[in-house]
C-alpha cells in the first residue's frame, strides 16, 4: 500500500515548521507511522547546489531564464532523495515542509505576467514530475503569513537554524530580499487558487495573529475535510479512529451551523 504524502508551504518564518511538528506529534500520539523530509536537505550531497546558490556563490536570480537554473538545483536535491521518499511512502504517512511547490513560487514569480508565471509553473512540473518522475503529493497546504509580518518574525529566528549560512550572515539571499518574500506571497495566493490548495490564513480579519493552537485545529480539520487521510482505509486502526472522530465533531458543526 501508499500512504499519504502531504505537504506544508509559505514563505519564510510563515510557520510552518510548528505546524509540521505538531502534525508530527498528532501522528506519534495516535500511533500513525510518519516519516517527515524538509527541503532543502541542507548540508546533503544532493544540495551541494542550493546551498552555494542561496550563499551567493551564483548571483541572484532576476530574470526567467535564471529562475529555470535556480530551479534546477532545488530540484536536484529532491532527485537525490527520491527513492527514499518512495520507500517512505510505503511504510507511513509523508510529511514534507517544502516541496516542488516551493519552486514554483519562488522562481514563477519572475515571470513578467501571470501567463508567463504560469508558463513557468508548468515547466517545473514536467521536469520534476516527468522528467525526474518524482512522486505527486496527495495534498498541499498553504500556510498564509502575510510577508510584512513574517519579515518581523524572520529576525527572532534562533541562529542554530541558519547553520548552513556562509561567513557569519543571520539570513540566505532569498530572506534578506524583501521583495522577493513579497512577491513570493503574492506567487503562492495564486498558485493556491490555480492548483487548488486549501489556504491557512496566520492573520484574522483585523491583521493579528491567530494562536498556533486555533491555525494547528484548522491544519487537522483541512485534511480530514479534503479525505487525504480517510480515504486509505487500510491504515492501522489508530488512524481510522482519529479521522473518524474528527469527521463526526466537523458533521456536527456543519448541521448545527
Known sequence: MTYPMLVIEGIDASGKGEQRDRL???CEASGIPYHVVSYPRYGEKGCYFVDRYLNGHYGKVTNVSEAKR????YALDRFDFKKELEDMRETGVVILDRYVSSNYAYQAQFGENWDERGELVDWIKDVEYNILGLPKPD?????????????QLLERKAPETREYIEGGKKKDIHEADVERQRRAEETYLWLAEREGWPVIRCAD???????IDDIHREVVETLVRREVLPKYVT???????LTGALLDRISKEDKNG
Open 70 to 73: 535556480a530551479s534546477l538545483f
Open 235 to 241: 491504515l492501522p486502526a489508530p488512524i481510522r479512529r
Open 205 to 211: 480579519d483585523s491583521g493579528g495573529l491567530r494562536s
Open 139 to 151: 495534498l498541499v497546504l498553504f500556510i498564509h503569513m502575510p510577508w510584512d509580518i513574517a519579515s
Open 24 to 26: 508530527s506529534a498528532l
